[in-house]
């Protein structure tokens, strides 16, 4: 990982912290049970919906949990984990699939993701430098195969139609979610040109009526022309597929409260608002607790030199839970427009329980927008 998606990654999930002054926050509220329907009668600036009904609705939002990054694994999670020889089975099994049965594996750790905070077994193989599976589920989060391992072709290059139809290919064959539908919405040379590629990337994402869930993808690199696996890749944040009670009004509402609680001197000129699946997040509850830090386009980190930084030892990442749900993607758009802060911030707003779950500091929208849109992704069907 260079410099640049380092500091991307902890200018959106760094809040910084002095472990001698400030303990880890933690959730304070205990889960209410609460009645949601068409009608809200109070509780908007606190994210509660209140209604007359019969159907009882939890609330989904906690705290995010505050962790210092570290690769090591305390007893307690250990225990929760799949075993050495386990986790070597599931490595085995995908040595055979991708074609390698022959193949050992030589080195394995039990560690903690740097990003994820997740525990993960790490494991290599003479022609696979990396295998990671999740210690917890025992599902492959990826693997990677050096070119060296193929004999490869000089004559490498393919047509984008071509390459569509081997990456349909190797979807399904290495796809292990037999529900539902993916569909193909990026693909990829390595080169500027479709000919020069000697790698190409595919993203699958899957579907719900028309909705797409980009955290439970297929991800699948390979060489063209032998059609060989080059890597491959899984998110599995399964869709709660709640239900939508909130209205769009509504939605749009509990976000202008929350945004004035939050940016007093900004001025709101536009808002705009539509449905979409979306992973819970701690970026709004980071621009509300830690406003200063996560405005900081240095957020948790030193600079040491020319474009180079470190980590600041009292760095903490918050996570909140995986939860992905149908959402109200509400889009404030400021009258400003600096180098370092955003003239826009997107709120996700439960469609089910009214709460504000996650967000981004962008137009979610158009951001998704332009991926799909994307002329160098575009597909002929």
Not at 28 to 52: N, Q
Not at 145 to 162: A, C, D, H, M, W
Not at 184 to 195: A, I, P, S, V
């Amino acid at each position: 990982m260079d410099n640049n998606e380092l500091l991307e990654k902890l200018k959106l999930n760094i809040a910084i912290s002095n472990f001698e002054k400030q303990e880890f926050k933690t959730p304070k509220k205990s889960i209410l049970k609460m009645v949601a329907s068409f009608i809200f009668a109070i509780g908007i600036t606190s994210g509660l919906v209140y209604a007359t009904g019969t159907i009882v609705y939890e609330n989904i939002w906690k705290e995010p949990k505050g962790y210092k990054i570290t690769t090591e694994i305390s007893e307690e999670e250990k225990a929760k984990c799949i075993s050495e020889d386990e986790a070597e089975k599931i490595a085995n099994y995908y040595l055979e699939k991708i074609g390698f049965a022959d193949d050992e594996i030589k080195e394995q750790e039990l560690t903690k993701d740097y990003w994820e905070n997740e525990n993960v077994w790490k494991l290599s193989s003479n022609k696979i430098y990396n295998i990671e599976i999740n210690a917890e589920t025992g599902k492959l989060n990826s693997l990677n195969i050096p070119r060296q391992s193929y004999k490869t072709p000089y004559n490498f290059g393919v047509t984008r139609e071509e390459a569509r139809r081997e990456a349909q290919t190797l979807f399904e064959k290495y796809n292990e979610d037999e529900n539902g539908e993916y569909e193909l919405l990026e693909l990829r040379g390595n080169m500027e040109t479709d000919e020069g590629s000697y790698l190409w990337y595919a993203e699958f994402y899957k579907k719900y009526g028309e909705l797409y869930n980009f955290d439970e993808s297929v991800h699948i690199g390979w060489i063209p022309t032998i059609n060989a696996l080059y890597s491959l890749g899984f998110s599995r944040n399964v869709y709660e597929e709640n239900e939508e009670k909130i209205t769009k009004e509504q939605a749009v509402k509990i976000a202008i409260e929350k945004d004035k609680q939050i940016e007093k001197e900004k001025e709101i000129i536009n808002t705009k608002a539509e449905i979409r699946i979306r992973k819970m997040n701690e970026n709004v509850y980071l621009r509300e607790n830690y406003k200063d830090e996560y405005e900081n386009p240095i957020l948790g980190l030193e600079k040491i030199g020319d474009n180079l930084y470190k980590r600041k030892d009292d760095a903490v990442f918050y996570k909140t839970d995986e939860r992905v749900r149908k959402v109200w993607c509400v889009v404030i758009q400021y009258d400003l427009n600096t180098e370092y802060v955003s003239a826009e911030f997107t709120y996700y707003v439960d469609c089910t329980t009214g709460e504000i779950i996650g967000g981004q500091r962008s137009n979610d929208l158009e951001t998704e927008e332009r991926m799909i849109g994307d002329p160098y992704n575009l597909i002929e069907k």
